[in-house]
């Protein structure tokens, strides 16, 4: 049983006379991972931006449960339950990996006006940290600073804090960019245990992790999606080989 | 550093200054109260430079406006109550921040440290050249604020003493609520805007209004700074919102160290102090201090407050590091 957590309806994006993304459909469902897969310079980021409320859309909407969040900025829509992750590490490097996550629980938890409160010691927020940081396969670094974390654990951080902000539908920037092949079976590994109650788009370059994890898998091309369908459909799709392997082969 | 060592040695700090007047000629105690007014005026600037990464070169039009407000509402003859009237400067001072913060906080970087100068420029117009400042050369505060609660009056604001633990204590209270603030779910989303706004926006924090609020709080505790200022010195004029004294209370903070508290009081004593030694020596003091300043960013990148580390570093005797 599906059920649809996030709908992009026909989002199109213009740069002056650039258009990064022209009536793009993407549809979310709760439990499964949908991939988002195209070559340098199609639209990818453009069309994370546009759902995760960096970047507002020229035309189309953009449905969470079924109600219209078009118009809410990153912080409406992260409170509404809708997380990203960055494809260049996004983190407080200065801050420790259990404050990075902290401070992404406490925005559920904000209490603004407890000033003689001491932040590190609010035990909901810490605990709620906490947790992120073992799901996302961090436990035992809480106290390390983030900046001197490896490259893979601090994409694992990057993920952790989504986490502690309770989101529903996680929208994953290349969170396997510049991983080794270690680190990437650990991080397929948590996408897999992550997806059971929650809606993910996975954007990601390399192709043995998606056809992997994706239960759906959206082929972009200049702005336009090219094919959607099942691993199976776009493994075998024409379309999608001419798109990845050149089009003189196919003349 | 061992904190048990850092809060010996502000402690020790504050013994000294508690005493200070047993052994101060009257001349330096009000020289020492004229520092701890500049450092409340630092602390409340470095809220924002240090602490959430805003950097305002117009933080002088708060301290002024507080200054005028106590000068403009007090009786001319007479002693206005000092509780109402700090409360009114306090108030005007940063109600003037909130809505200047509601523009200004709008532009980043570069941009925002023109705007804040620019809001600033208008303010010291207002006063310089309107009927509300009365006259360009300023105005007088004949007669120091009366500290009578309900017919009590625990201190007495014409003894120069009791203006100077009236000082001290505020200079205490605002260090102690900003220790505070700054360790609190709100001071650490500053500390969050400061490292990586855009992520905390990500992450669902408004921070427009968090920045909206330390801007006001600043502007408030600047206030503070101005309303002693004006007690202190019995007078008020346009120079106290000058671009010059937006400069300078940057400058402490810069000399104190970014990021610390101690460190803005540390530069306001460092930056008040050597005024006063070099222009004794000569009238061209402005050009030692600049040879100082050029110096201390040099040679103490992280200012007053990171010396005792460096020190100790050096001679491989305290603790490490992280």
Known sequence: MSEAMLVADRLTRHFGGLTANLEVCITLERGKLHALLGPNGAGKSTCINMLSGDLPPSAGRILLEGQDVTGLDSAARSHRGIGR??????????????????????????????????????????????????????????????????????????????????????????????????????????????????????????MDAVFAVADTITVMVEGSVLESGPPEQIRNSEDVQAAYLGEDEHG | MNPRVVL??????????????????????????????????????????????????????YFGIAAYTVALIAPEYEAANLWFVLAASVLAAGAAAFFIGLFVLRTKGIYFIMVTLAFAQMAYYIFHDTALGRSSDGIYLNVKPDASLFGWMPFNLDEP????????????????????????????????????????????????????????????????????????????????????????????????????????????????????????????????MGLVIVAAVLFMPSGLAGLPRRIFRTVNWGEDDE
């Open chain 2, 161 to 288: 003493l009791h203006l100077y633990y009236f000082i001290l204590a505020a200079m205490v209270a605002v260090f102690v609520l900003l220790a505070f603030v700054l360790r609190s779910p709100f001071g650490r989303v500053l500390a969050g805007i400061h490292s990586n706004e855009h992520r905390m926006k990500s992450l669902g924090y408004a921070t427009q209004r968090y920045k909206l609020a330390a801007f006001t709080l600043a502007g408030a505790l600047a206030g503070v700074a101005g309303f002693l200022y004006a007690v202190l010195f019995g007078f008020v004029t346009p120079d106290y919102l000058s671009w010059h004294q937006s400069g300078n209370v940057l400058l402490m903070v810069i000399l104190g160290g970014l990021g610390s508290l101690a460190g803005a009081v540390a530069g306001a004593f460092a930056f008040i102090g050597l005024q006063e030694m070099f222009s004794d020596w000569t009238k061209h003091w402005q050009l030692l």
């Open chain 2, 8 to 61: 010996s040695f502000k402690l020790a700090v504050l013994a000294g200054l508690v005493l200070f007047p047993a052994i101060g000629s009257s001349f330096y105690v009000e020289l020492v109260a004229k520092i701890l007014v500049m450092s409340i005026f630092a602390m409340s600037l470095a809220l924002l430079v240090g602490f959430t990464g805003l950097v305002s070169l117009g933080h002088a039009a």
């Open chain 1, 85 to 206: 992750s960055y494809q260049r590490t996004n983190i407080f490097p200065q801050f420790t990996v259990l404050e990075n996550c902290r401070l992404a629980a406490q925005s559920r938890r904000p209490r603004p006006w407890r000033i003689f409160t001491d932040a590190m010691k609010t035990r909901d927020t810490v605990e709620r940290a906490q947790a992120a940081i073992v799901e996302a396969g961090l436990g035992g670094r809480e106290l390390r600073k983030a900046g001197l974390l490896s490259h893979g654990e601090q994409r694992q951080l990057e993920i952790a804090m989504v986490l502690a902000t309770d989101a529903r539908v996680l929208l994953l920037d290349e969170p396997l960019a510049g991983m080794g092949s270690e680190e990437s079976a650990q991080m397929v590994e948590l996408l897999r245990k992550l997806k059971q109650n929650r809606a993910i788009l996975l954007v990601e370059h390399d």
